[in-house]
């Protein structure tokens, strides 16, 4: 073998709690929020959840959210907490897609660094950027 063969891409994200930034996320997506089962030691508190797309399941791509217990906002793009990591979406209504996203507790960021209005920067409940794209 020369390359890895993964069964699942999951990209992660810290915050300091799981569950709200999960739930922020599968509602902009629509996708589903899988939490821990009954089973599980940290069923009532998790430390980890996943949101995936309901049609394809965990066997795909997904986004994770772990929680941090001394997590910092990041202050992108300067300041003394460096964002760790971006999420890019491609819809094709910048706009409604925006009032979404703002609907739902996103902020509209002060920076804007797109010159031709390609993309707007907003940041989810807890700091990270995310990017509307026109598709």
Known sequence: MTHLQ???IVTALDC?????LGTFYAELLGWELKTPGPDEPDF????????????VGEHAFS??????HDFERP???EGPVP?????????????ASGEVALGLGATRHDVQPSE????????????????????
């Open 63 to 68: 986004l994770g959210f772990q929680r941090v």
């Open 44 to 55: 009532a508190d998790p430390e980890w959840v996943a949101v995936v797309r309901a049609d």
């Open 116 to 135: 031709d209005g390609g993309f707007v920067v907003y940041l989810d409940p807890v700091g990270h950027p995310f990017c509307l794209c026109r598709a």
């Open 83 to 95: 964002q760790q990591a971006h999420l890019d979406f491609w819809v094709d209504d910048l706009e």
């Open 16 to 20: 300091p709690d799981a569950v709200a």
């Open 6 to 8: 993964p069964h699942r």
């Open 75 to 77: 202050t992108w793009p």
